[in-house]
T-cell receptor, first 114, second 113 residues
Framework: AAGVIQSPRHLIKEKRETATLKCYPI?????VYWYQQGPGQDPQFLIS???????DKGSIPDRFSAQQFSDYHSELNMSSLELGDSALYFC?????????????FGSGTRLTVV | AQSVAQPEDQVNVAEGNPLTVKCTYS??????LFWYVQYPNRGLQFLLK??????LVKGSYGFEAEFNKSQTSFHLKKPSALVSDSALYFC???????????FGTGTRLKVLA
């Protein structure tokens, strides 16, 4: 079965550089969520999109931005990277209105800022 | 506000013994509760969920969880632990309005051979 695809799997950037993380949801899923999981931390919600519109926003820094495109894939753009941005970034997708279902997570992108 | 608590940072259990990973929740309205497992450097894998119905929910890999409304708990259980069950386990509640998850802090399960 198709899963949520995230790319790249690993990314190493220097401080103050920019990074772009991509997420391809399961076909027919039009809702995408981004989470950040720091070392030894629980996943923290960043932002979500439904039908290409931002639907909710969590603890996402102003240096980060995201969008969902017409094919429903999403990109998380991170600028002026800081050492503290090193984390595992998860994307998840779900069907609309599926409050009763668990959504599906991608394998994550591990970002290391040096 | 919705929240979940996992009071144990780590649980150690001998292989073949029953295991329990604890989770308590605080929600307004009916809770949508989930358990996920995370292996090292891997994504979160869905184990089971409680939405409504039977309080005992059966999930993947022989895991089950018991929803207890009076104690606001949703403990994860397995009758006989395997070494391969060693991983990080997250309890989560789903916000009914926004559908986003709120995760607990995670419990590291170590099954000893």
């Amino acid at each position: 079965a198709a899963g949520v695809i995230q790319s790249p799997r690993h990314l190493i950037k220097e401080k103050r550089e920019t990074a772009t993380l991509k997420c391809y949801p399961i076909p027919r899923h039009d809702t995408v969520y981004w989470y950040q999981q720091g070392p030894g931390q629980d996943p923290q919600f960043l932002i979500s999109f439904y039908e290409k519109m931002q639907s909710d926003k969590g603890s996402i820094p102003d240096r980060f931005s995201a969008q969902q495109f017409s094919d429903y894939h999403s990109e998380l753009n991170m600028s002026s990277l800081e050492l503290g941005d090193s984390a595992l970034y998860f994307c998840a997708s779900s069907l609309p209105g599926s409050g009763s279902y668990g959504y599906t997570f991608g394998s994550g992108t591990r970002l290391t800022v040096v | 506000a919705q929240s979940v608590a996992q009071p144990e940072d780590q649980v150690n259990v001998a292989e073949g013994n029953p295991l329990t990973v604890k989770c308590t929740y605080s929600v307004s309205g009916n809770p949508y509760l989930f358990w996920y497992v995370q292996y090292p450097n891997r994504g979160l894998q869905f184990l089971l969920k409680y939405i409504t119905g039977d309080n005992l929910v059966k999930g993947s890999y022989g895991f089950e969880a018991e929803f207890n409304k009076s104690q606001t708990s949703f403990h994860l259980k397995k009758p006989s632990a395997l070494v391969s069950d060693s991983a990080l386990y997250f309890c989560a509640v789903r916000d009914p309005g926004t559908y986003k998850y709120i995760f607990g802090t995670g419990t590291r399960l170590k099954v000893l051979a």
